[in-house]
């Protein structure tokens, strides 16, 4: 879950995206992965799911290993978006932390790769 004041906004990225609602330093902890608001699951508990709902959070799935636990935040952090330059990194484990100060009304941006097993199915990666 993000831990920083934000708010979701269109982006100019894609879609809907993040953006810090103060001035946050480098270094801080901007995210970190919480039991309540980051569901894990298993592949197998994911395709028992209705249809429907596999539709509306598969976009927003995770996998950190392959073949492993699947993982779906709850919270608006699952709209930011990627950057091959981001301004958060998550290459730690359940935490994400600000790469640079991030200005406030900037979009905060993770680099997918730094949490994903496999990212083959983003086309624009």
Known sequence: MIIVPTYLEKSPIHGFGV???DFIAKGTKVWEFHPIFDLVFSEEEFERLPPSTKA???IHLYQPEPHGNLYYESTMGKYMNHSRDPNV???EVGCGWAT?????GEELTC???HFMADV???EYL
């Open 120 to 122: 083959s199915h983003i």
């Open 100 to 104: 640079r100060d991030i200005r406030k």
């Open 89 to 91: 990194d998550f290459s």
């Open 56 to 58: 509306e959070i598969e």
């Open 19 to 21: 953006f810090a609602n």
């Open 111 to 113: 680099d997918y790769r």
